[in-house]
């Protein structure tokens, strides 16, 4: 607790959790396929529907029998994006010590996929 005092973990934190919020909520508002995003500090997850207006999941809970969900994480991996899965959600969770300029490469490469995501639903 005395480290996390001394070297102001939970403002840098909070300063960066805000931009990562703000950064899912524009994702969020340009895609089809992303019904809610869900963020404290660094932790966070995108929910992916099949229907933004009635939130249906673009997998059923339990169910993914044509892998799509790993599909999705695979591509997302492809580009450099480190991330996992479950149910219908996505998780970004960046360290701490990600910059604000590699935050930002990063979610340009969620945009880029979720766009791809889009087109199959």
């Known amino acids: 607790l005395n480290f996390y005092e001394k070297e102001n973990i939970m403002p840098k934190v909070k300063e960066k959790g805000k931009l990562l919020g703000t950064l899912l909520e524009d994702i969020k508002a340009k895609h089809e396929s992303v019904g809610d995003v869900r963020y404290i500090g660094l932790f966070s997850c995108v929910e992916l529907t099949k229907n ?19 599909k999705i994480v695979g591509m997302l991996k492809e580009k450099g994006f480190n991330t996992y899965s479950h149910e219908a959600c996505i998780f970004v969770c960046p360290p701490l010590i990600i910059t604000e300029e590699e935050l930002k490469e990063n979610l340009a490469i969620l945009d880029e996929v979720l766009t791809e995501v889009d087109k199959m639903i």
Not at 52 to 70: N, R
Request: aromatic share 6%.
């Open 52 to 70: 933004k207006a009635t939130h249906e999941p673009l997998v059923p809970f339990g169910k993914d029998p044509e892998g799509i969900m790993g």
